[in-house]
């Protein structure tokens, strides 16, 4: 058996199309394939230790849960699971969260099937960081521009909660402690998924964070909500 791969991509077409591809490869083994976030963590939940994959091919846009979120919560839930963007973004924020978020790659969607192959089996499984060139020099010039640890704000240092959030942005960073994602908030609150989305990354700007897990990380430390 190879090594057990899962993609997740909220496009059938691609994860079926990469499945195939990579089927081809003898060294691979497609064991699961996710539409969401909330799809994949759900299958992942099910899954005994032994059948779970070893690392997962991320698309980033996707609905209910994006790919950088999903990240950030599979690091924290199956450490030892590696990462791989695989997106059609190559955008420095993108590529700044995703590596902030435990990403432990990140490959444009356009690159050759046996391109991610090399990037599995040798790059990252001898402790590298593949990426499509393009982005390789976004990266050096964002390494050159700051330092990620710079980036990282103490949770000591954060402010108090009514002091800087809105009374929406209140409701909606509840909700997402609680679990729910962009629909279910929206549903709630009545308002559209969109519209949560533009609070959730008003959120994340004001409390020096870039995903959900940092958020709910955040707000549990600071005791803001019982």
């Given at each position: 058996?190879?090594?057990?791969?899962?993609?997740?991509?909220?496009?059938?077409?691609?994860?079926?199309?990469?499945?195939?591809?990579?089927?081809?490869?003898?060294?691979?083994?497609?064991?699961?394939?996710?539409?969401?976030?909330?799809?994949?963590?759900?299958?992942?939940?099910?899954?005994?230790?032994?059948?779970?994959?070893?690392?997962?091919?991320?698309?980033?846009?996707?609905?209910?849960?994006?790919?950088?979120e999903t990240v950030a919560i599979t690091k924290e839930i199956y450490p030892d699971v590696l990462c791989l963007m695989l997106?059609?973004?190559?955008?420095?924020?993108?590529?700044?969260?995703?590596?902030?978020?435990?990403?432990?790659?990140?490959?444009?969607?356009?690159?050759?099937?046996?391109?991610?192959?090399?990037?599995?089996?040798?790059?990252?499984?001898?402790?590298?960081?593949?990426?499509?060139?393009?982005?390789?020099?976004?990266?050096?010039?964002?390494?050159?521009?700051?330092?990620?640890?710079?980036?990282?704000?103490?949770?000591?240092?954060?402010?108090?909660?009514?002091?800087?959030?809105?009374?929406?942005?209140?409701?909606?960073?509840?909700?997402?402690?609680?679990?729910?994602?962009?629909?279910?908030i929206g549903e709630r609150l009545f308002i559209s998924p969109h519209t949560v989305r533009k609070h959730t990354a008003n959120?994340?700007?004001?409390?020096?964070?870039?995903?959900?897990?940092?958020?709910?990380?955040?707000?549990?430390?600071?005791?803001?909500?019982?």
């Amino acid at each position: 058996m190879g090594i057990r791969i899962a993609i997740v991509d909220d496009k059938r077409l691609m994860r079926t199309t990469l499945s195939e591809q990579l089927s081809y490869y003898e060294e691979l083994d497609v064991m699961l394939m996710a539409c969401d976030g909330n799809d994949f963590l759900t299958q992942m939940n099910n899954l005994p230790t032994e059948k779970r994959p070893e690392l997962v091919l991320m698309d980033i846009e996707m609905p209910n849960m994006d790919g950088i979120e999903t990240v950030a919560i599979t690091k924290e839930i199956y450490p030892d699971v590696l990462c791989l963007m695989l997106t059609v973004f190559d955008n420095d924020e993108k590529l700044f969260e995703a590596i902030r978020a435990g990403a432990s790659g990140y490959l444009l969607k356009d690159e050759k099937p046996v391109v991610i192959l090399k990037a599995i089996t040798e790059s990252i499984y001898e402790g590298g960081v593949p990426m499509s060139p393009r982005i390789a020099q976004k990266a050096l010039m964002l390494l050159r521009r700051t330092s990620l640890s710079v980036q990282e704000v103490k949770q000591d240092e954060q402010p108090q909660l009514d002091s800087v959030l809105s009374d929406r942005e209140i409701e909606i960073l509840q909700r997402i402690v609680d679990g729910l994602n962009y629909q279910q908030i929206g549903e709630r609150l009545f308002i559209s998924p969109h519209t949560v989305r533009k609070h959730t990354a008003n959120i994340y700007n004001k409390l020096h964070v870039s995903n959900k897990a940092s958020a709910i990380k955040v707000a549990m430390h600071k005791k803001w909500f019982k």
